[in-house]
């Protein structure tokens, strides 16, 4: 490293000493891989720029952590005098001081015992005493002689040396006398005889020294120097990253709750009590379960429940199999439940649409009402129900008695979290396992959130989570091939760690979009088209990075043209096309017709192609035959479906993209039956049929894909004849044929018993004769 590039680490190391700016891990390193440990001055920088990094660490997690530790040995390896160092070793010998003496335990020693159990006791005390004492001597060596740096750390903590000193002093004192009255007492000791001065001795010491941990502990009493105690339930909710708006929710309803306590124990009634059943709505991993262990904490600290337990159930815990199971197995819930909370998760699961009269959902909801509402149970227990937010709000429709039990104001919803939110949680999650996410890792990180979150499916702090874990295992399993490593990789989760392997594999696996619609057979104009939105596509997204206004860029498409033209393979290539510029997360391809959309009973539709809609979302649903949905009868339920897919369209308008497809001229019809369509799909793809000389490059290319060649002759007559027939099935015929002449050629080479690689391949123009008699 030069002089300059020296004087600016240097400078760089400053501001960031003296919070004038913050680095990066990968930053920091950067400039760690340039300082040489063989130059003095470069080492003590290199010590300092380890301090430092450990000194936010703790800062911002407040646990001295494996990561913590190995930085401060390596910058105390290189400059033992860093003054960022000396400080962070001090509050680390205070974190450590707290918990080095009183911790073992003692056992009591009574005259009424037996004598070996007293003997037992006596040697137990001897040892206790010896290793407490040999504590007592490395803390009293800290205290004794603090350098200037443990003073001022002390002084920041609010922790009293001189006190320390004072009780470290006596505890020394008591443990010795406690070490000679055991030893005294162990050589008097003979058989049943024994010394009750002794005992009464070890026994008066012992009283002394089980204060001293009481004392050490509120000596030390720093908040941050504290180990966790037991929090109230609002602290823990504060700590819960995002919620914001639960949080403010829950906080008024502990002290409403808490106002009408104090109110009742200074004598005043209430008469109407606010119920503490609770609906908690959200999506997948938004914290409905951890919300409702939190509210049972909340009544129980308040008295209104006697326990803070939760039960947790679903339908298979409530509803049996027979007449009259399923009441005993909710009774025994119920039972189970009373002085906590009853905890049911997918409640609407008890009682959906469509099931039958023998199906025992409606008995459960109605015997637990019945608890609920009895004079034996009622206000033991808590009912918390969770799910969804639509299928919970179907259910509370549908049980108009279950849903007065849970007033609207009892109602959570629990929204998903942001991408802040998210990335903040997976840090967590890393620290929590003891590693650190690196800024290249939390870039793919977002990535991969964004991959996953296209619909409500979408896990949130649970797939956060379940990412953090996955790469965890490809650190492991990368790194652990070898027994040696760094820090770096036993702590460090980098941008390649944290890729998704599967999609990693399918990315080098696949060929590119473009290049496969430039290996398709005809459809020139079709192409160019292509071509051209993609173009447009990649030119906007350049204009949103340079901060220029983008245009509109219309994604929904229609695709006319007779069956076989390719339009379900261009389909699909268009959905990859989409993914590689960003515009769609997936990238899948979903084929649907009308039987996948349209329902026999009415509202059953609407709910059919919104699970279409919902399995295509981040890629594009493919309607094959679309103008099938444009019945006129008024029992046709296929108006329905488009009026259906239009909201759902609006309402995914980002992460969804829909073809229809079809014969031009019933596709024109519908669009005149539904003008709406038209400001809908904008964009039009026209695929005509194949001319006889692309059917026969597709015969070819599809029979190479497959090993097989067509001689010459061979070729002459397949053109021969698609010029002569009707091709209205187009690339499909065209697939046909070859697959028949793969049939007809293992038919006669098995009879000539050929067995050379070059017959096992050739297609003659005797498998297209006997193809074509057979295809007549």
Not at 54 to 59: L, P
Not at 461 to 481: E, L, N, P, T, Y
Not at 665 to 674: G, H, T
Not at 752 to 766: P, W
Request: charged share 30%.
């Amino acid at each position: 490293m030069d002089e300059k590039e020296f004087q600016q680490a240097v400078s760089a190391a400053e501001d960031w000493e003296a919070g004038r700016i913050s680095m990066s891990l990968e930053d920091t390193q950067g400039w760690l891989e340039q300082l040489r440990e063989d130059n003095q001055e470069e080492r003590k920088l290199a010590s300092k720029f380890y301090g430092l990094m450990a000194r936010d660490r703790f800062s911002q997690y407040h646990r001295f952590d494996p990561l913590v530790k190995s930085w401060i040995q390596k910058g105390e390896t290189l400059f033992s005098n860093e003054p960022v160092l000396q400080r962070l070793s001090r509050v680390q010998q205070l974190f450590t001081m707290k918990d080095a003496v009183f911790t073992y335990p003692l056992p009591s020693i009574r005259e009424t015992d037996q004598s070996s159990a007293r003997k037992k006791a006596a040697e137990q005390l001897k040892h206790a005493a010896n290793h407490e004492i040999e504590n007592l001597k490395v803390v009293k060596e800290w205290v004794d002689y603090p350098d200037d740096y443990l003073e001022k750390t002390a002084l920041a903590y609010d922790v009293d040396l001189s006190a320390l000193r004072d009780l470290l002093e006596e505890a020394f004192s008591g443990y010795h006398q406690l070490k000679e009255a055991a030893e005294e007492y162990l050589h008097t000791v003979s058989g049943s005889f024994y010394s009750p001065e002794q005992v009464k001795k070890m026994k008066s010491v012992l009283n002394e020294l089980m204060d001293y941990s009481r004392r050490w502990q509120e000596l030390i009493n720093h908040e941050s120097l504290s180990s966790r105690a037991e929090e109230d339930p609002l602290t823990t909710l504060d700590q819960v990253i995002g919620m914001e708006s639960v949080k403010h929710r829950v906080h008024r309803l502990y002290h409403y709750l808490q106002y009408q306590r104090i109110r009742k124990e200074k004598g005043y009634n209430l008469h109407d009590e606010r119920s503490l059943h609770m609906i908690l709505t959200g999506n997948p991993g938004t914290g409905k379960t951890m919300l409702a262990h939190l509210l049972a904490a909340i009544y129980k600290r308040l008295g209104l429940l006697q326990r803070s337990e939760v039960l947790e159930a679903d339908r298979s815990h409530l509803v049996g199999a027979y007449v009259g199971q399923t009441e005993e197995k909710t009774m025994n819930l119920v039972k189970e439940a009373v002085g906590g909370v009853l905890f049911i998760d997918e409640a609407y699961s008890l009682k959906r649409d469509g099931m039958g009269s023998n199906d025992f959902g409606q008995t459960a909801i109605d015997t637990l009402i019945t608890a609920m509402t009895s004079s034996e149970y009622a206000g033991t227990f808590a009912v918390i129900m969770a799910g969804y937010p639509d299928e919970m709000r179907q259910f509370l429709r549908a049980n108009p008695g279950l849903r007065s039990r849970f007033p609207e104001t009892n109602h959570i919803y629990l929204p998903d979290y942001s991408m802040d939110e998210l990335i903040r949680i997976a840090e967590q999650t890393a620290l929590d396992n003891d590693f650190v996410l690196r800024e290249d890792g939390i870039q793919e990180l977002q990535k991969r959130i964004e991959n996953v979150q296209v619909d409500e499916s979408f896990g949130n702090a649970r797939s956060v989570k379940d990412i953090i874990m996955d790469a965890i295992f490809q650190k492991g399993a990368s790194v652990g091939r070898t027994s040696n490593g760094s820090i770096d990789d036993f702590a460090i989760l980098t941008g390649d760690d944290v890729k998704d392997p599967v999609l990693e594999e399918r990315n080098e696996k696949e060929e590119q979009p473009m290049e496969q619609l430039d290996e398709l057979i005809g459809l020139e104009d079709v192409k160019q088209e292509m071509k051209k939105l993609a173009a447009f596509i990649q030119v906007q997204n350049q204009r949103r990075q340079k901060n220029l206004p983008a245009a509109p860029i219309q994604l929904h498409t229609v695709f006319r043209g007779p069956p076989g033209t390719g339009k379900t393979t261009v389909a699909s290539i268009y959905a990859g096309i989409l993914r590689e510029l960003g515009l769609l997360k997936r990238g899948h391809l979903i084929i649907a017709g009308r039987s996948d959309l349209v329902a026999e009973y009415t509202g059953q539709t609407a709910m059919k192609t919104k699970r279409k809609v919902r399995e295509a979302l981040g890629g594009v649903l493919f309607i094959d035959e679309a103008y099938a949905l444009g019945g006129t009868a008024k029992t046709d339920f296929g108006r329905e479906a488009l009026d259906t897919l239009v909201e759902e369209m609006t309402k995914h308008e980002e992460n969804l993209v829909v073809i229809l497809s079809g014969y031009p001229a019933p596709m024109e019809e519908l669009f005149q039956l539904n003008p709406g369509l038209e400001s809908r799909f904008k964009k039009s793809f026209y695929f005509p049929s194949f001319p006889p000389e692309d059917l026969l490059r597709i015969t070819t290319q599809y029979c190479s894909r497959y090993g097989y060649i067509l001689d010459e002759k061979a070729q002459q007559k397949l053109a021969a004849m698609y010029n002569e027939v009707d091709t209205s099935g187009n690339a499909r015929m065209a697939e046909d044929v070859s697959e028949e002449l793969f049939q007809q050629q293992a038919l006669r080479i098995s009879e000539e018993q050929a067995d050379t690689e070059r017959k096992l391949r050739l297609l003659t123009v005797d498998d297209v004769d006997a193809a074509w008699d057979n295809k007549q």
